[in-house]
């Protein structure tokens, strides 16, 4: 095959990955700190995600789907793999063939495992208020996993990102639940939970968003590193004169005569419309600011002060997470796992 050079990458650092699970590993206290890589490891690659921190003394990894698990065989011989979705009817033979363990979700997902499980350790998950995946804890408390192979009990919090009353409430469901089923581990907190504190870590944590250099909430800001820099190609460089327009609807104006310069990247690559008036994109510590209408393929930023940018030259969009969330509306889960399968992926 020839290699063919795509205009379009993301360049994802390593060191900053790792750094970031340290971090939120030393958070998590004693209990150990997983991941999870559902989304293809949020967007990054989740192969390469825990293959790097597989290197660094993760071990525990958290898909959503079987089809997700099946895609990071063979897995290092060190990690444990969990599917979160659990085992719906059709999932019975990549629950039995492949090496991870289903996170039950209901009383049929129970009764499907004790008939295929053949005793293989499973996760459980109870729902302690989100009411989203999960067993009620009624029904968990009232002997339906008696005698199950249970490695590790789950519960999600709904609002760990805000200060909710209800991580106390969820806190407290999940403690009294630890009393009344038994289980190896127990596991409660994402990324957000593990800022609220080491009494939500319990025996494993599972950061998601914090590993990939998202910021939960306030109390992580300035511990976590940009994993992930989009960087895209610039096609042409052009001159606009003052008065004229770029792009769809004529959306730009040029109040003076200015360079623009057109990347390669568009909304069909997950650089989606609503970051027109605050996205921009720097080039040797240059400024670009996005200029008129993002394209399906193509973006155009204004050059004017960027020295002798030309053709064929990468620009570095700004993707610091929190800032691009907060000035674009999108959550900062979206900027990850939007990022369109047309960027190379490169790990630094
Ligand atoms: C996605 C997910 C996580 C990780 O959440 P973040 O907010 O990204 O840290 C943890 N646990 C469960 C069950 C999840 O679905």
């Known amino acids: 095959m020839m290699a063919i050079p795509s205009p379009l990458r993301l360049r994802l650092d390593r060191d900053a990955l790792v750094a970031n699970w340290r971090w939120l590993a030393a958070q998590s206290g004693t209990a150990a700190c997983g ?36 895609a990071l065989m063979p897995l290092p011989e060190t990690v444990s793999l969990s599917v979160l979705h659990g085992i719906g009817v059709s999932d019975m033979v990549a629950a039995r063939t492949l090496p991870a363990r289903p996170v039950l979700n209901s009383i049929d997902q129970v009764a499907r495992w004790r008939e295929a499980g053949e005793g293989r350790p499973c ?19 009232g002997g339906a996993l008696d005698g199950l192979n249970v ?10 990102d805000e200060d909710s009353d209800q991580n106390a409430r969820q806190l407290a469901a ?13 596991s409660l907190s994402n990324s957000a ?26 109390e992580a800001r300035g511990h976590l590193r940009q994993v992930v820099h989009p960087e895209a190609l610039v096609l042409q460089r052009r001159t606009v004169r003052a008065g004229e327009t770029v ?6 104006i040029a109040q003076r005569d200015s360079r623009i ?33 993002v394209s399906m393929d193509l973006v155009a930023f204004d050059a004017s002060d960027a020295g002798s ?40």
Request: aromatic share 10%.
């Open 35 to 70: 991941a999870a890589i559902k989304a293809n490891g949020y967007g990054l690659g989740a192969r390469e995600v825990v293959r790097h921190l597989a290197a660094a003394g993760c071990r525990d990894f958290f898909v959503a789907t079987w089809a997700e698990a099946a």
């Open 123 to 141: 996760d459980v998950m109870v729902d302690t208020g989100m009411n989203r995946l999960g067993l009620r804890i009624d029904e968990a408390g």
């Open 151 to 160: 490695e590790t009990l789950l519960s999600h919090l709904a609002s760990a």
């Open 174 to 186: 999940f403690r009294e639940l630890r009393r009344s089923v038994p289980a190896r581990r127990y």
């Open 193 to 218: 939970g593990i800022c609220l504190g080491a009494d939500y870590a319990f025996d494993l944590t599972r950061p998601g968003l914090a590993l990939y250099g998202g910021t939960p909430r306030a």
């Open 247 to 252: 792009g769809y609807g004529a959306a730009w």
């Open 261 to 293: 310069v057109v990347a390669n990247m568009g909304y069909a690559d997950g650089y989606l419309r609503c970051h027109a008036g605050s996205g921009g994109a720097t080039w040797h510590g240059h400024v670009l600011p996005l200029i008129g209408r």
């Open 309 to 348: 940018i030309d053709e064929g030259d990468w620009l570095t969009l700004d993707y610091e997470l929190s800032a691009v969330s907060a000035a674009s509306g999108l959550s900062q889960y979206e900027l990850l796992t939007g990022l369109g399968a047309r960027f190379e992926r490169r790990w630094v």
